[in-house]
């Protein structure tokens, strides 16, 4: 059973940095892609940043340089270092992951979401 447990989350200054963690278990085979979504309360949800397996990292323009994601495919865990936070970051942020589980097929799979909070 594929698990994506986050952590990173919580609260900063505006101007401030924070890296969230996604480390994905239950996982056999090479993982597709890593992602990372936010929603921000009464707004839809966003995609952030996400890395597949082999092409450059995509971001959101919101977060375009400011906003990292990277990848340790040994240790099945994505990250998202956030640098020059702003008030309009504050949202939950939950981790996706793109795999092809024995049986199962081609799925994304989600974690539980970590908050960010960003004060001005």
């Known amino acids: 059973q594929v698990q994506l447990v986050e952590s990173g989350g919580g609260w900063v200054q505006a101007g401030g940095s924070l890296r969230l963690s996604c480390a994905a278990s239950?996982?056999?085979?090479?993982?597709?892609?890593m992602g990372w979504y936010r929603q921000a309360p009464g707004k839809q949800s966003e995609l952030v940043a996400r890395?597949?397996?082999?092409?450059?990292?995509t971001y959101a323009d919101s977060v375009k340089g400011r906003f990292t994601i990277y990848r340790d495919n040994a240790k099945k865990t994505a990250y998202l270092q956030m640098n020059s936070l702003k008030p309009e970051d504050t949202a939950v942020y939950y981790c996706?992951?793109?795999?092809?589980?024995?049986?199962?097929?081609?799925?994304?799979?989600w974690g539980q979401g970590t908050q960010v909070t960003v004060s001005s």
């Open positions: 239950g996982i056999m085979f090479s993982i597709d892609a």
């Open positions: 890395i597949a397996r082999t092409s450059v990292p």
């Open positions: 996706t992951v793109t795999y092809a589980a024995p049986g199962v097929g081609v799925r994304d799979y």
